[in-house]
């Protein structure tokens, strides 16, 4: 088990649908991260969160929407996708540039 | 352009060998350098995190190498076991004092029986 814990596991959505994914840590960590991974690639930064504020937003098409309500939680909203953004989103926290990043085993994404 | 390539995509290797992935960057000037390891359908775990002034990081059968010069890092698996069979990545830093980690491509390590 992981201590960065991600809802849905799994998710299917049609391309006209709004859903969210949430994502909790209660480590205390200050940086949150969105990350995107295809089959046999590499995650893809989308969005950091430091302190609560966006501080990194990778050119992420703007039917991807991050929020951090708080310190703990980190969702993301989804709206309008296209079947290419099926993937694999991954969560990801620490509490310095110097620390791992703890990783939730993320959500599957499939876009139909 | 900014890249960060791990040496190869697959390495099979011999049960009791010791496994050496590489990873190579340009473009980049990271003060952090971190290892991790992903099974199939799991997010990536931390192994190790070696900083621009340290050569060598060790913990167990695991050794991390850092040359800023070569601008590139050395990840050894020694007495590997069946196992260890996972997909490794390293990640940097971007240097730029924000939280910003970006992964190389990876390579799928498979050790045989």
């Known amino acids: 088990d992981t201590e960065v814990t991600q809802t849905p596991k799994h998710l299917v959505m049609g391309m006209t649908n709004k859903k969210s994914l949430k994502c909790e840590q209660h480590?205390?960590?200050?940086?949150m991260y969105w990350y995107k991974q295809k089959a046999k690639k590499p995650p893809e930064l989308m969005f950091v969160?430091?302190?609560?504020?966006?501080?990194i937003n990778e050119s992420v098409p703007s039917r991807f929407s991050p929020e951090c309500p708080n310190s703990s939680l980190l969702n993301l909203h989804l709206h309008a996708l296209q079947p290419e953004d099926s993937a694999l989103y991954l969560c990801?926290?620490?509490?310095?540039?110097?620390?791992?990043?703890?990783f939730g085993n993320g959500t599957r994404l499939t876009v139909t | 352009s900014q890249k960060i390539e791990q040496n190869s995509e697959a390495l099979n290797i011999q049960e009791g060998k010791t496994a050496t992935l590489t990873c190579n960057y340009t473009?980049?000037?990271?003060?952090?350098l971190q290892w991790y390891r992903q099974d199939p359908g799991r997010g990536p775990v931390f192994l190790l995190l070696?900083?621009?002034?340290?050569k060598e990081k060790r913990k167990e059968r695991l050794k991390v190498t850092f040359d800023t010069t070569l601008k590139q890092s050395l990840f050894h698996i020694t007495a590997s076991q069946p196992a260890d069979s996972a997909t490794y990545l390293c990640?940097?830093?971007?240097?730029?004092?924000?939280?910003?980690?970006?992964f190389g491509t990876g390579t799928r390590l498979k050790v045989l029986a």
């Open positions: 480590m205390g960590h200050r940086a």
């Open positions: 969160y430091s302190y609560e504020k966006l501080s």
């Open positions: 070696i900083r621009e002034n340290e």
């Open positions: 990801a926290s620490t509490s310095r540039r110097d620390s791992p990043l703890h």
């Open positions: 473009n980049y000037s990271p003060a952090y």
């Open positions: 990640a940097l830093d971007d240097n730029s004092g924000t939280y910003k980690y970006i």
